[in-house]
């Protein structure tokens, strides 16, 4: 119940498009949930992040969408760019963060 | 602020040795926690602290790996034996809060040989 599951595993996107990376969680006492993005060698950064009471997050070119009923969220990045290319987790927590597996990004010119 | 500090960068040692890294956390955060990252498994948290305080050691994997915090601005993991299967990434991250935005530092690539 802990678990957080993360598709795909690996993305590949031309520039410009958009990139679509789609989450599920089954522990509803989760109240936030965050999105970090990794670059190879560095340790993961917080890109976004959502609370349950919100159903759209929007940050420049990242926005989240979140539906609490279906318990699913997603990361979507407008204009990709080769700039993005690196691992993205989500995550889920109400006293500490539980990861995803992470799916690699690689945008191509 | 420099961030979250984490030494060393970089650790090879041999089976059986002792390993310590350390990690400072980011000044006025209060709650730290401790990763481990690896291909097969992701990121997995080991255990984290709030105000110095053990929270949760429930994904220490054995009696090997030990943390402590003996105050707000030091934190080290022990792994004692050290074995090759502890060959990992390890970060420390800290927060101001329990939950919420983490604050990652660059990681100790360990490698026991």
């Known amino acids: 119940q802990q678990q957080v599951k993360q598709s795909p595993q690996s993305l590949i996107v031309q520039k410009g498009g958009i990139s679509i990376i789609n989450c599920a969680y089954e522990?509803?006492?989760?109240?936030?949930f965050p999105w970090y993005q990794q670059f190879p060698g560095k340790g993961p950064a917080l890109l976004i992040a959502i609370r349950p009471d919100v159903s759209e997050k929007k940050e420049g070119r990242f926005t989240i969408s979140f539906n609490k009923s279906a318990k699913q969220f997603s990361l979507h990045i407008m204009d990709s760019q080769p700039g993005d290319s690196a691992t993205y987790f989500c995550?889920?927590?109400?006293?500490?963060?539980?990861f995803g597996p992470g799916t690699s990004l690689s945008v191509i010119p | 602020d420099a961030g979250v500090i984490q030494s060393p960068r970089h650790e090879v040692t041999e089976m059986g040795q002792e390993v310590t890294l350390r990690c400072k956390p980011i000044?006025?955060?209060?709650?730290l926690f401790w990763y481990r990252q690896t291909m097969m498994r992701g990121l997995e948290l080991l255990i984290y602290f709030n105000n110095n305080v053990p929270i949760d050691d429930s994904g220490m994997p054995e009696d090997r790996f030990s943390a402590k915090m003996p105050n707000a601005s030091f934190s080290t993991l022990k792994i004692q034996p050290s074995e090759p299967r502890d060959s990992a990434v390890y970060f420390c991250?800290?927060?101001?809060?329990?939950?919420?935005?983490?604050?990652f530092g660059s990681g100790t690539r360990l490698t026991v040989v």
């Open positions: 522990n509803t006492a989760f109240d936030y």
């Open positions: 995550a889920a927590s109400y006293d500490k963060v539980i």
């Open positions: 000044s006025g955060h209060n709650s």
């Open positions: 991250a800290s927060s101001p809060g329990q939950a919420g935005g983490y604050t």
